[in-house]
């Protein structure tokens, strides 16, 4: 991981984002001493699969319609 100064990080932002878009790590130190690290976007959000990810969540949901949250912790210490 290259490490570089905070000064410097503020003076080449748009050099070090195209680094780290590139595959490198980047740590910022402030007084010598690591604060932050830029990195690589692992992937890029599908917003298409998150919805189907929600929508299965709210298929599931359906079952408990007119059951309150109370009545299913009672059901549980049974």
Do not use: W
């Not at 359906?62 to 309150?68: A, D, N, P, Q, W």
Request: glycine fraction near 10%.
């Amino acid at each position: 991981m290259r490490k570089v100064g905070l000064f410097e990080a503020k003076q080449k932002l748009s050099e070090l984002v195209e680094r780290a878009a590139g595959g490198e790590r980047i740590g910022i130190t402030r007084r010598g001493k690591l604060a932050a690290v830029i990195v690589p976007v692992k992937e890029e959000y599908d917003l298409c699969r998150i919805f189907e990810s929600l929508e299965g969540i709210r298929r599931r949901a359906r079952r408990f319609k007119g059951v309150s949250v109370k009545e299913l912790i009672e059901e549980g210490r049974s």
